[in-house]
């Protein structure tokens, strides 16, 4: 075939290849993260991996569409309005600022949402930057009552509910479990911490280790390191996508399909 074309296409949050007929009808794609050439018949496979060719780098995988898994399955079974993948970092902060906007709120004492929002949304960056290594994220999980999880994320190394602190170029200093913002009163924020991800363990069925995050410190002082959570900065987030060892990712994608869901966590 002379007349195949390929067009970018953006599918999912993947960026894909569809090389298609002229009449627009595809006949395959490719998938760069997946090293994957989905032909939709056998019989076009070597006409499409030559208009491929100048794409194709290293060793690829050619075949019929995958048969969708369980947590395939579960994924397009659910309602949009149950599905909590869409949700952008800072999701809650977001709706909250909108209806009631800071210029109304400064009557009520300091305003700390924005630069709340600030920090979540850098915390999210670094933690969707993982997703290529297999990880998968969400954001601003509702629980039952006002708590929330800033960020849910799950891959390689296992699962981890993550709390966000806002340092607002301050020094910070924990001694577990308190967490003191330059002269502000103390908070117990480990404990609230280990709290959300023993609740996400509890709805998941499975290990959810506490993880928070400190964005825009200008100082950070820990005292003895906590064994069972970490404490990190945005930038040190990469550091769990070079562990592993834990969760396979059939599983990563069958804990993903649940989490999404948030039906899973209204039984809490």
Known sequence: MSDLRVVPVREHGRDLLHVTLRSGR?????????????????GDADAVLAALAPYLSGRVTVGPPVVPGAADLARLALHPDDDLAPNRPGEALRIDLERVPASRHRFRGRDDRPEALAAEEAAGAALEALEPGGWRVLHSVPLPGTDRLAHLTI???GSFAVSV???????????????????????P??????????????ALTAPVA????????????TGAAPRDLRVLTATELAALGRTGGVLKPAEVETLYAT??????????
């Open 155 to 157: 891959g390689p190394a």
């Open 259 to 268: 989490a999404r869901d948030r039906g899973t966590w209204r039984r809490l």
């Open 210 to 221: 506490p993880v928070l995050v400190v964005v825009g410190a200008g100082a950070l002082t």
């Open 26 to 42: 595809t006949l395959a794609w490719y998938d760069h993260e997946q090293a994957r050439v989905t032909v939709l018949s056998t």
């Open 189 to 202: 924020l480990l404990r609230t911490a280990r709290s959300l991800a023993e609740r996400a363990s509890h």
């Open 165 to 187: 602190l806002a340092g607002r170029g301050r020094r910070v200093r924990i001694a577990d479990p308190q967490v003191t913002v330059g002269r502000s009163a103390p908070v």
